[in-house]
């Protein structure tokens, strides 16, 4: 059974940090390449982050400069890193799990909502 589990969200003011964590199991993560997503009201999904199997990782240009993507394979679990939160970043943030090239949608978490407010 494939669990993605989402965490660290939560309130920041603009300026502020926040890190999020996605803790997986049930797949072979080390093999897996992995993703941000974040969804705000009224607008579609976005890809904000990600990293390959490999350590190689892309942003986002809305993002690029504030947030860093990581993973430690030995605990199974990407982060996500949010520096200078603006209220522009305020969503629902989702961890994706994938393989490049191998068919399928891969495996989400359920969501972590961030806001960004002063």
């Known amino acids: 059974h494939v669990q993605l589990v989402e965490s660290g969200g939560g309130w920041a003011q603009p300026g502020g940090s926040l890190r999020l964590s996605c803790a997986a199991s049930?797949?072979?993560?080390?093999?897996?390449?992995m993703a941000w997503h974040r969804q705000a009201p009224g607008k579609q999904r976005e890809l904000v982050a990600t990293?390959?199997?490999?350590?190689?990782?892309n942003y986002a240009v809305s993002v690029k400069g504030r947030f860093t993507i990581s993973r430690d394979n030995a605990k199974n679990t990407v982060y996500l890193q949010m520096n200078s939160l603006e209220p522009e970043d305020t969503a629902v943030y989702y961890c994706h799990a994938y393989r490049p090239g191998v068919p399928g949608p891969g495996y989400w978490g359920q969501g972590t909502q961030v806001t960004v407010s002063s």
């Open positions: 990293i390959t199997s490999g350590g190689s990782t």
């Open positions: 049930g797949i072979a993560f080390r093999l897996y390449s």
